[in-house]
């Protein structure tokens, strides 16, 4: 079955980085476009970043030029580097696989002021 699993996610003072990895399984991952959502408190959820199955990416204007997502077909991960990073960046993220409607059980980041 299909299968997102993330992690990296912790807890960082504002101005650091932190890189998320999502390992995806029971599909072929090299075909899919993949992307990275987040869930503040209180808040929708939102997409932060895609990429298609070719490399092509996309990120909300809140990230842009701090966060950058990649993938690794050989391995079936996708990744989102985050620099740079601000209190307002604080929820929890999910790996989502939009054409198989599949996301991934979320992993918390927190930062501290």
């Known amino acids: 079955q299909v299968q997102l699993v993330e992690s990296g996610g912790g807890l960082v003072q504002s101005g650091g980085s932190l890189r998320l990895s999502c390992a995806a399984s029971?599909?072929?991952?090299?075909?899919?476009?993949m992307a990275w959502y987040r869930q503040a408190p209180g808040k929708q959820r939102e997409l932060v970043a895609s990429i298609t199955f070719k490399g092509y990416t996309n990120y909300a204007e809140s990230v842009k030029g701090r966060f950058t997502i990649s993938r690794d077909n050989a391995k079936n991960m996708v990744n989102l580097q985050m620099n740079s990073l601000k209190p307002e960046d604080t929820a929890v993220y999910y790996c989502?696989?939009?054409?198989?409607?599949?996301w991934g059980q979320g992993t918390l980041v927190t930062v501290s002021s």
């Open positions: 989502h696989c939009p054409s198989r409607d599949a």
């Open positions: 029971g599909f072929a991952f090299s075909t899919y476009a």
